[in-house]
């Protein structure tokens, strides 16, 4: 390993499954100048509150923080769009001398008035920190005086990473649970929980649920609504998905209204099922008929998935992939979903993993996994052509990296077009990893290229 | 024809900003900086805002975009964020060798009042007898300016913080070229080369931001203005500066000040006659003229003028974006008979009113509303009585022009939702013969598309 690529600091974030007792460093800071992939808590918490799509966004600040999210993610709504609208005070230098808050009033009259919003959602950002504007002071004035719930989120980017941010996005949710009345609720009733609705993904698990005769109360956040979250404690059961985000709003249902939930992932085919088969089981007392229902679909889905399936394995047998995504929950679900392509993972890394989180990677994957926290492109590129991957999963900031170095590349982030989850969802990325991987284009790049002509040249010597 | 009369902006903004159509001042400052041979980026701030600016830039360029963060935690934001500044120096020098460190400020940084040039010092009398990179440095606060002006004051920056003493006669022409496309920068080196002249474009995007596939992940990517050649600035026969609504000081004018050389500000070379006066300072300052090959392609422009003026004339246009790129662009659509009826920046106090007054007199037909400090809510507010039937600008336009159901001509940055936007040529004839026949395709096919005949021959 080149000594420059890994910085001392940063040794104690790399692994290799297989190689001793795991004990992965993370959860720190990102380190001074070196990169990192991560964003910061405004972006933790603007990606959970993102989707709902009835509410004011408000971003107060100066500009960049808001416009960096405008419209980049691929959260679909049902009804209204009003979320892909990025609001900001956008903070001029006498709001900074001054204070901010009576700009922020001023705009959320503005805004309120304009767009009749069922709730305001107002995050604050590293400068608001700074200058000290009292956030939650304005909402409440506001609240008062527009009759909608005006919500501070406080999201200060400096304030630790990403994940800090979901917990400040749970916390601001929170609020609005309990405000609506819970009448008509079946008792076999769940909440759709760290969900964003990528491409309609949450369209295909609702389909899923009504289908065994399960009430979906609340989308939270995907295709989400005020009202839908306003009664949301009157569900039997909350399905988490994804390790970080909605996990905290979780655990404070469960501690106030003492609603139970289920960890889960629609991603892959076991991880499907076995998801379906956890709201089934939840559900048999009340519901005896439900498991067979479930098995029922499941049988069903699976006979139209497993051949395409096997089409797209006969190209992908044996091929080698690497990831590196936001909540390392995802990444067990993909380390399975690619077992059925016949594909083996060499590199697994999170920007915001846990403890436990790779503790749980280091026994699911092969022997020799490359497991690594908050990397940064150079650590990236280093592994993959350590490596010698041919496929990479990661975002849009990754992509670049990937396809430098003459790799296939799937977009698997809040920016993706393609619906991924259920079972359908995994016929498209088995499509559209077999398209990344298959392409003709690969044996042009150098990397490629350059070792196609020396096979050739031994060839013929031999 | 009568001079074109310059209309007051009549309405007032709004106190929130609704997709913003500027971006923030560290991001075009890191443009900048990667225009710089053996240059990294570094933000002085928090992580999120690095990160984010990287996403974005992404996106457009399709090219890894390495931006070194001091990413300060609550504990710096609080007590100074010197120390990680340095440190984080330390780790960028140990990873990307860099030759150069352009260092910006963000808004958060401004605002704890960091004094990064004392940092600087600092560093450089602690670590002195390591092997330093060039230290650059921008104030960049967000609050007051767009990434425009990051641009401009990381080039003013780099200008003044690394040519410092007045160089031999070289003979050369420095260009400082504006924000423009990977593209049209590879442009301004052939014409320079086709003048015979030694051209510095600072900075340098063409290969740091559109490079090629290559057997290995480069730390720092190839190509950018060399600093060696940064450095000979001020030994230069003029410098041409594009941009009609540029701060007053800029690289040029510091280069003036400071060296005597000679500052051209000229507008951003779209459209005939904008690229005529670019052809002629170029003649003025080489004492070569016009080569042959550009004469014929300002024939062929002239010429693809009179083949498609019908498609476009009376066509009413909305144009957006930065303001010298607006300007620009309204250089050339009032030569094709196109009405501008609004032009928009999210700049503010730039004089566009008065440049875009300038470069459309005697050709446009009418003034168009020219509105600075907009986003696209202003836009769409006034467009929707405006009726426009061409949007141009970059990709955030779209949903506009989905909604109006019109063509959206997709020009600068950031351009996320088509391929090749840092290959768009918008300078020179070349530059506008691109642009027009997009255009002129553009309403051909819209034509098409609205016909329920389905002409094949139009
Ligand atoms: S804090 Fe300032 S520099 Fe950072 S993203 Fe926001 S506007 Fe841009
Ligand atoms: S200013 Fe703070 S909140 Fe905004 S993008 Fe930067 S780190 Fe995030």
């Known amino acids: 390993m080149s000594k420059t690529t890994i910085l001392e600091e940063r040794k104690d974030q790399i692994h290799r499954s297989g190689e001793g007792a795991i004990d992965i460093a993370c959860n720190r800071e990102s380190l001074a100048g070196a ?7 405004f972006c933790g918490s603007r990606v959970v509150l993102y989707p709902i799509s009835d509410a004011l966004h408000l971003v107060h600040g100066p500009i960049g923080c808001a416009v960096y999210t ?21 903070l001029q230098e006498t709001d900074v001398i001054f204070g901010g808050e009576k700009k922020l009033e001023a705009a959320l009259d503005e805004l309120i008035d304009r767009h009749s919003p069922k709730a305001a959602f107002v995050y604050s950002t590293c400068i608001v920190g700074i200058i000290g504007d009292d956030l939650e002071a304005v909402c409440r004035k506001m609240t008062e005086k527009k009759g909608i719930p005006v919500l501070p989120v406080m999201s200060e980017g400096f304030k630790g990473s990403k994940r800090a941010g979901y917990l400040a996005a749970c916390k601001a949710m929170f609020r609005l649970i309990g405000t609506l009345p819970t009448e008509g609720i079946s008792p076999l009733s769940i909440n759709i929980f760290g969900d964003f609705n990528i491409a309609g993904e949450i369209w295909i698990i609702r389909e899923y649920f009504e289908k065994m005769g399960v009430q979906v109360v609340a989308n939270v956040t995907g295709d989400g609504r005020v009202a839908d979250i306003g009664k949301c404690h009157g569900a039997a059961l909350n399905l988490v998905q994804c390790s970080g985000a909605t996990l905290d709003l979780a655990k404070m249902m469960e501690e106030e209204y003492g609603i139970p939930y289920e960890r889960v992932s629609y991603l892959g085919i076991e991880d499907m099922a076995d998801s379906l088969y956890k709201v089934a089981d939840f559900f048999s007392d009340i519901d005896p008929g439900i498991v067979e229902r479930t098995q029922k679909l499941v049988k069903e889905e699976l006979e139209v998935l497993m051949p395409e399936l096997a089409r797209y394995r006969k190209d992908l047998e044996g091929k080698k992939v690497a990831m590196y995504v936001g909540g ?22 999170s920007q915001t993993g846990t403890a436990e989180d790779y503790a749980e990677l280091e026994q699911i994957t092969d022997p020799g996994t490359v497991i690594i926290d908050d990397a940064n492109p150079l650590e990236l590129s280093h592994f993959i052509k350590e490596k010698d991957v041919d496929v990479f999963v990661g975002g ?16 698997h982030n809040h920016e993706r077009k393609e619906a991924l989850e259920g079972f359908v969802g995994m016929l498209n990325f088995a499509r559209e990893i077999h398209s990344s991987a298959m392409s003709p284009v690969w044996q042009f790049v150098p990397r490629r290229a350059n070792r196609i002509a020396a096979e050739k040249k031994e060839a013929v010597n031999e | 024809m009568s001079k074109v009369k310059t209309k007051k902006t009549v309405k007032p903004n709004f106190v929130s900003t609704t997709n913003a159509c500027k971006l923030c001042t560290p991001l075009g400052a890191s443009l900048a900086f990667r225009g710089i041979e053996g240059a990294i980026p570094f933000l ?12 974005y830039i992404i996106s457009h360029f399709r090219e890894p975009v390495d931006i070194a963060s001091s990413a300060l935690g609550e504990k710096n934001a609080i007590y100074g964020g010197g120390p990680n500044l340095k440190k984080g120096m330390l780790n960028v020098m140990k990873k990307y060798e860099p030759a150069v460190i352009g260092v910006a400020t963000t808004c958060l940084t401004e605002t704890i009042g960091d004094d990064v040039p004392m940092n600087l010092k600092e560093f450089k009398s602690e670590f002195g007898d390591l092997d330093l990179p060039d230290l650059v440095e921008v104030s960049t606060p967000s609050y007051s300016g767009t990434h425009i002006d990051g641009w401009h004051g990381a080039v003013r920056s780099v200008m003044e913080q690394l040519c410092v003493s007045k160089a031999e006669d070289t003979g050369r022409v420095n260009i400082l070229p504006n924000m423009v496309s990977c593209e049209d920068v590879r442009h301004l080196h052939d014409i320079c080369r086709d003048f015979d002249i030694e051209g510095t474009i600072l900075p340098d995007i063409s290969e740091t931001l559109d490079g090629p596939a290559l057997e290995d992940y480069v730390k720092i990517p190839s190509g950018g203005t060399p600093v060696s050649e940064i450095k000979e600035m001020s030994g230069a026969r003029g410098t041409i500066e594009f941009g009609r609504c540029l701060p007053p000081q ?62 476009v004339f009376g066509k009413r246009a909305v144009v957006y974006g930065e303001e010298d790129l607006v300007t620009g662009l309204c250089a050339f659509l009032s030569e094709i008979g196109v009405d501008v009826v609004l032009a928009g920046s999210g700049a503010r106090k730039r004089g566009m009113e008065d440049a875009i007054a300038a470069v459309t007199d005697g050709v446009a037909r009418m003034a168009p509303e020219v509105r ?3 986003d696209f809510y202003d836009i769409s507010e006034e467009a929707e009585s405006l009726r426009p039937d061409l949007l141009i600008g970059h990709s955030k336009g779209y949903r506009y022009a989905k909604a109006w159901n019109i063509p959206l001509i997709r020009v600068g940055f ?4 088509r391929f090749g936007g840092q290959r768009v040529l918008h300078l020179g004839y070349k530059g506008a013969l691109n642009l027009f026949d997009t255009i002129v395709n553009a309403v051909i096919e819209k034509k098409q598309a609205d016909s329920s005949i389905g002409y094949g021959y139009i």
Do not use: W
Request: proline share 4%; with cysteine.
């Open chain 2, 372 to 374: 600075e400090g907009v």
């Open chain 2, 250 to 311: 800029t690289g040029g004018t510091s280069l003036e000040k400071t060296f005597g050389v000679k500052n051209h500000r000229i507008g951003l070379p779209i459209g005939l006659r904008e690229s005529d006066r670019f052809f002629e300072t170029m003649e003025d300052i080489s004492g070569n003229p016009m080569p042959k090959r550009y004469e014929l392609e300002r024939g062929r422009l002239i010429d693809a003028y009179v083949d498609g003026h019908k498609y």
């Open chain 1, 70 to 90: 405008l419209d980049i993610r691929g959260a679909l709504s049902s009804g209204p769009e009003l979320h892909r609208l990025s609001f900001s005070t956008d």
């Open chain 2, 44 to 55: 002085h701030g928090s992580q999120g805002c690095a990160t984010y600016m990287r996403r």
């Open chain 1, 35 to 41: 990169v990192s992939q991560r964003a910061c808590v």
């Open chain 1, 328 to 349: 390392s929950f995802k990444a067990f679900s993909l380390v399975k979903a690619f077992r059925h392509l016949g594909m083996e993972c060499v590199m697994v890394g």
């Open chain 1, 396 to 411: 849009v900031k990754e992509r670049p990296i990937a396809f430098k170095l003459g790799v296939g590349f799937c977009d």
């Open chain 2, 414 to 417: 950031p351009i996320h939702d």
